[in-house]
Structure formats: structure tokens, C-alpha cells
Nanobody
Framework: QVQLVESGGGLVQAGGSLRLSCAASGRTVSSVNMGWFRQAPGKEREFVASIHWTGVSTYYTDSVKGRFTITRDNAKNTVYLQMNSLKSEDTAVYYC????????????????WGQGTQVTVSS
């Protein structure tokens, strides 16, 4: 089992930045592929970014490319999402996701979820 806890969300003005963190604990957490998803009110859950457990490969949805960066620190069992140039469209609850076998993508969502952290971008 892997437990995930997100933090770092909050209220920020458009154009600002936030860094989300997802702390993992449990068995063999360093070898779990990690990703971020988000869900806005009344909308479907959306893939945001993911990273291979080694950090060798990263993936992003088109709407965040060039603005968001996913990284991980396996020594600290933590994955980060640095969000720059935030837009009102980024407002959502952000969830981290873990998959021990596949990099999290829209078709390869893993079994481990955090409880989410709210990001609100104001104009």
C-alpha cells in the first residue's frame, strides 16, 4: 500500500505561481510512477503531468506545457508540481496519483490517490 498526501494549494492571482507537493509513504514508494490530475467543478477529471519513477521521462497535457514542471525527490519520497503563469482555467482540486506499473496518463491511472489540494486562481 502507498499513502499520498498533497499540500501547497491556495489562492493566487493570475500570473502567479504555486508549488504543490505530494508526500508518499508505504512499501517501495520510491519506485512508484507519479502523476497529477485535477478536477474543476462540473468538469471531468483531467490529466496534468506525470513522471517516471526514475525521473527519466515526464509528460504534460498541452494546456500546461511551458508553465508547469513536475519533479521528484526520491530521497524524500515527494513529487512536486511547480505551477507558473497561472490562469483562471487552472482553478481546480489537484490530486496526486501513483501507479507501480505504468506512468500515470489518461489511460493508465494508478490505484493510489491523495485527498487533493485546492488551487484557486483569481483575476
Amino acid at each position: 500500500q502507498v499513502q499520498l498526501v498533497e499540500s501547497g494549494g491556495g489562492l493566487v492571482q493570475a500570473g502567479g505561481s504555486l508549488r504543490l507537493s505530494c508526500a508518499a509513504s508505504g512499501r517501495t514508494v520510491s519506485s512508484v510512477n507519479m502523476g497529477w490530475f485535477r478536477q474543476a467543478p462540473g468538469k471531468e477529471r483531467e490529466f496534468v503531468a506525470s513522471i517516471h519513477w526514475t525521473g527519466v521521462s515526464t509528460y504534460y497535457t498541452d494546456s500546461v506545457k511551458g508553465r508547469f514542471t513536475i519533479t521528484r525527490d526520491n530521497a524524500k519520497n515527494t513529487v512536486y508540481l511547480q505551477m507558473n503563469s497561472l490562469k483562471s482555467e487552472d482553478t481546480a482540486v489537484y490530486y496526486c496519483n501513483g501507479n507501480p506499473n505504468r506512468v500515470p496518463l489518461p489511460g493508465t491511472v494508478g490505484p493510489y490517490w491523495g485527498q487533493g489540494t485546492q488551487v484557486t486562481v483569481s483575476s
